[in-house]
């Protein structure tokens, strides 16, 4: 048993969730009311503002979010593979039990609505651009971690059978391919050169030439060494999943030597406008997770994350579910 790798697996679940816990927090808020309220940026678990999404939530509670991935690595760990059936029929179980939902995206719902009527959410039109569609995809970069092609075209899968469109194709593969690379320490991120690379990598997973323009500005911005304000101005801080991401992976890579930064960055990226933070800090804390292993949460956050026991679980089958097809294979 490879610690370490295992290590990676448990780091990259927990740190999702405690990621989405802490931005939850603060969701749609200015910094100005951020300052007001709690006096500085946040730091640990706080109850959320009550202009945010998430007021009424425990401190340490998650958004629907990470329910969503929840489920997957359930599904996931209990199937030991994709079946999308299963995800679905676990999807709409959770659909149904209403009073366990947390401000859920519309568009979600409303494709498992027609989904559980056995129609197809694309024959109404429903195109979405939402990263809380993309999220999930997390879990196949950890469960085709050895190869990212596989890890993409699972990510495809499991995003697009709720939230249909080109921008959500890419952004899932952009982001199971960045958890894959990351998990297998394909790069020496440290190095600036590799940072570069890094990136350049990840352009070849997208289709869109555009997408691939907001790639190669996570760079500029890498080079120009440009502050989280400059990085959210230029590439953007809401739920579109091509101003998420990228801010993600930027915050990741620009805190490279100092990950806890990074995890902070991305639960504080509201800028002066309010945006969606949960989601940038559960993009971000799955990322240090993959890249440095469990131990670069801080230990109170991440045992003390909702269902952090649960979660480790889960993120330790899968490990061993995964090692054990990659040493058959071999």
Same mark, same amino acid.
């Given at each position: 048993?490879d ?6 697996f ?24 951020v300052?007001e ?10 109850s959320p503002?009550?202009?945010?999404p998430a ?5 340490e509670?998650?958004?629907d979010? +990470?329910t ?8 996931l760990v209990e ?10 029929n ?9 009073? +366990?939902h947390r401000y859920p ?6 494709a ?13 039109g429903?195109v ?8 999930r ?12 092609e596989?890890a993409?075209?699972?990510a495809k899968?499991?995003?697009l ?11 899932s593969?952009?982001l199971?391919?960045?958890i894959?690379?990351?998990v ?8 600036f ?5 890094f990136?350049? +990598?990840?352009?070849?997973y ?8 907001v790639?190669d ?12 304000? +400059? ?6 801080n809401?739920t579109?999943?091509f ?15 100092n ?9 504080n990226s509201y ?6 933070t949960?989601?940038?800090?559960f993009?971000?804390?799955?990322m ?5 292993g469990?131990?670069?949460i801080p230990y109170h ?9 649960k ?8 490990y ?7 040493n058959?294979?071999?």
């Amino acid at each position: 048993m490879d610690e370490s790798l295992k290590s990676k697996f448990i780091g990259t679940v927990l740190g999702a969730a405690v990621g989405d816990a802490l931005g939850k927090s603060v969701e749609d808020l200015t910094e100005e009311e951020v300052i007001e309220f709690y006096g500085d940026r946040i730091t640990d678990f706080v109850s959320p503002h009550p202009s945010s999404p998430a007021y009424g939530q425990l401190p340490e509670e998650t958004s629907d979010e +990470t329910t969503i991935f929840k489920l997957l690595l359930e599904s996931l760990v209990e199937r030991k593979g994709l079946d999308i059936k299963d995800f679905l029929n676990r999807l709409i179980d959770w659909y149904d039990r209403e009073e +366990t939902h947390r401000y859920p995206d519309p568009m979600l719902l409303t494709a498992i609505d027609l989904l559980s009527r056995g129609i197809n959410p694309s024959s109404h039109g429903l195109v979405s651009s939402s990263v809380e569609g993309v999220l999930r995809s997390v879990a196949m970069g950890l469960f085709h971690y050895y190869n990212p092609e596989l890890a993409v075209e699972g990510a495809k899968v499991v995003s697009l059978l709720t939230h249909r469109g080109h921008v959500i194709s890419d952004a899932s593969a952009l982001l199971s391919a960045a958890i894959a690379h990351l998990v297998r320490g394909d790069f020496y991120l440290e190095d600036f050169r590799d940072r570069i690379r890094f990136l350049d +990598t990840l352009k070849g997973y997208l289709n869109s030439e555009n997408n691939k323009k907001v790639v190669d500005r996570i760079g500029d911005l890498i080079v120009e060494s440009a502050d989280l304000d +400059t990085a959210i101005m230029t590439l953007g801080n809401g739920t579109f999943a091509f101003e998420s991401l990228p801010l993600a992976i930027y915050i990741f890579l620009s805190n490279i030597e100092n990950p806890q930064e990074a995890l902070l960055q991305a639960v504080n990226s509201y800028g002066e406008f309010g945006g969606d933070t949960d989601s940038i800090g559960f993009l971000v804390g799955s990322m240090i997770g993959a890249y440095y292993g469990e131990e670069v949460i801080p230990y109170h956050l991440r045992e003390n994350v909702e269902n952090s026991q649960k979660l480790r679980e889960l993120a330790e089958k899968l490990y061993e579910i995964v090692e054990k097809q990659v040493n058959f294979t071999k």
